[in-house]
Structure formats: C-alpha cells, structure tokens
C-alpha cells in the first residue's frame, strides 16, 4: 500500500469505529459505546499525531511551505480534538441526545478535512516528500 492508500485506510477505520459507537449509544448499549469511542479516539489520536509529528513537518520542510495547508489541517484537529472531550463528558454522562449531538457535528467536521486531505493535501505530500511511503509505513507502525 503506499502512503495516501494507508493514510486513506486510517480514515475510514476511524469512519466505521465512530459509526459503531454511535449505533451502540442509539441502542442504550453504554458499555459497547464506551468500547468503540475508545477504539476511535485512540485510533484519531495516533492517526493525527503521523501527521502532525512526521507527515506535515516532512512536507514543510519539502516544500517551504509552512503556512500553508498543513496549518489548516493542524487548525481542524484541534477543532475535532476539542469534539471528543464533548463525546467523552456525554459518554460518561450517558446522555443519548448529547452524544448524538456532537457526533453529528464531529462527522460532518471529519468528512470535509478527510476529503481535503484525501484530495489534496496528500497527494502534494506524495508529489514533494521524498520516501512517503516508507515513512507513512514506519510511523503507522510504530
Ligand atoms: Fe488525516
């Protein structure tokens, strides 16, 4: 797989974990939401730290462009990161509506950067940055 396939991959397994956790929340199933949210978070978690930590930094350097996309993207995980302390404090709450709620929010949030990355900023990563692939490998496995 190269690296926008493997990156692509992140995305849509955290796609199906956040789906998941929000079937289990519609089906009162608390301790398989909790299991699923986990699963997601930690999974974002690492997923935005390849890209914060090795990706975006290789593709500045590339590039000279520092202020540029990866500013933006760097922006957006704040933004969603800031959505999983809401999920969390619902989760614990085990209050259905407010799950829902900023769930809703967090798809529509992911959906349009996933696409801007998927579309754009990672196919500039594997036109610029030398070696993508092996470093997309090395990182996701690490
Ligand atoms: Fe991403």
């Not at 956790?21 to 949210?37: I, M």
């Not at 930690?42 to 390849?50: E, I, T, V």
């Not at 579309?119 to 692939?133: E, F, G, K, R, T």
Request: hydrophobic share 45%; with cysteine.
């Amino acid at each position: 797989m190269n690296a926008i396939e493997q990156l692509t991959r992140q995305h849509r397994h955290c796609d199906t974990s956040l789906v998941q956790a929000e079937r289990a929340v519609r089906q009162g199933d608390w301790l398989a939401a909790n299991q699923a949210f986990q699963r997601f978070e930690h999974d974002m978690l690492a997923h935005f730290a390849l890209e914060e930590e090795q990706l975006f930094p290789a593709f500045e350097t590339a590039t000279g462009m520092s202020m540029g996309p990866t500013v933006v993207m760097r922006n957006e995980h704040a933004e969603m990161r800031e959505t999983f302390l809401d999920l969390r404090d619902a989760l614990q709450a085990e209050s259905g509506a407010d799950y829902l709620g900023h769930s809703e929010t967090l798809l529509i949030l992911m959906q349009q950067h996933n696409m801007k990355e998927e579309n754009i900023l990672y196919p500039m990563c594997a036109q610029h940055v030398a070696d993508v692939d092996a470093l997309v490998s090395r990182a996701s496995a690490a």
